[in-house]
């Protein structure tokens, strides 16, 4: 007997290729929950996290969120386009951002669309696979920075 093409092994065992279809999968729950609002999930995760940072650069966006500076760009851009996020003072040559007063009411109008793809993706997902992502992300820090 012989052994599988390359091809074969590779799309039937990665777990990098499912995790990606996942992603796509369960993306797509949150953006169609949040369309109706004018935002994606990306979007959205931006969003929070510069109104927990209070005042963020780009740089440690980007560290936190482990994204690349291109894809924190475009999608600030959007935020800041609609209101929702704002430079503030500069300090030496960095300029951070800030969420609005608009983009916090936008994230108290978010809450429930967001709950809606909440229980969607965990239900696509099953309690358990739901809890094994979140503890992973737990013990890996994602979302925190690595300082």
Known sequence: MTDPPPEVVIADACIAVRLRLLNRAISAIYDEALRPLGL??????LLVATARMQSARAGDLCRVLRMEKSTLSRDMEILRRNGWVEWGEASGRVRPLRITPAGRELLARVL???RVAQDRASHVLGLEGSAAILRMARDLDLGKSSD
């Open 112 to 114: 429930p669309a967001w």
């Open 40 to 45: 994606r999930v990306g979007q959205l995760n």
